[in-house]
């Protein structure tokens, strides 16, 4: 965890935190702003994995019929490699005429269809991420995509940032008004950026699939996920009784 801090100080001079004259504005409070920044670092424990089936034929319905097949025969693969909790949604689905564009410049004619169906394959046990992969490809798949690892409960993640971060602040506060001969009065206003998640994304290299038949499941590995929060704090301050 690192902390950045920036220190400003206003009404540094001794009058003005005194009381005002008669009919003037009342004095501005002396402040102290801090800013503190703190790092969580956490292990994801669910993973995203976009498998599909893509089929060409000559035909519209034979595409979409063929694409139907090979997809029911990945996703039993799929869930018998799985373990239970495993959540298929369908993210994709299109069938599109495939074009001959004659070299003289005539209308171009369609020479058959492409079905592309993706599904989307939600893990919780990420031991079973290479063992999927596998089973997916095997049965017929030829359509991987991204690889996400993520967290099942991001608020917690987010909230342990903030609250480091909050606490970096407040103790740098403590440490500025100290060592000034300072005390700390109230906090005046508190400013965070919203700590966001964001994915590790993993590629999908299909020389794996060859490989596959001969070897144990194909490695994946999901690394760290780092959240990184940001909290102002702007405190009041006062001199400290001697």
């Not at 009381?19 to 004095?27: K, R």
């Amino acid at each position: 965890m690192r902390l950045l801090a920036a220190v400003a100080l206003t009404a540094a001079s001794s009058w003005a935190i005194a009381q005002p004259f008669p009919g003037s504005p009342p004095a501005r409070p002396a402040t102290i702003e801090v800013t503190g920044q703190a790092k969580v670092s956490k292990t994801p424990d669910r993973v995203y994995i976009d498998i599909g089936v893509t089929t060409q034929a000559q035909r519209s319905e034979a595409a979409a019929q063929q694409n139907a097949a090979r997809l029911s025969a990945v996703l039993a693969a799929v869930k018998k490699a799985a373990a239970s909790g495993t959540q298929l949604t369908t993210t994709e689905y299109s069938i599109s005429p495939n074009y001959n564009y004659p070299r003289n410049g005539r209308t171009p004619s369609i020479v058959g269809y492409t079905a592309s169906n993706v599904v989307e394959v939600r893990l919780d046990d990420l031991g079973s991420v290479g063992r999927v992969i596998d089973a997916a490809t095997q049965a017929g798949s030829n359509n991987v995509q991204d690889i996400r690892f993520t967290l099942r409960n991001e608020d917690a993640a987010r909230a342990e940032a903030l609250r480091e971060a909050a606490l970096r602040a407040r103790q740098d506060a403590d440490a500025l008004a100290g060592a000034l001969g300072l005390k700390i009065v109230r906090v005046l206003s508190v400013s965070e950026q919203s700590p966001a998640v964001f994915p590790i994304y993993r590629q999908f290299r299909p020389a794996a699939v060859e490989m596959a038949a001969a070897a144990p499941a194909t490695p994946v590995e999901g690394g760290t996920m780092d959240i990184n929060a940001t909290v102002t704090l702007m405190v009041e301050v006062s001199p400290a009784k001697r």
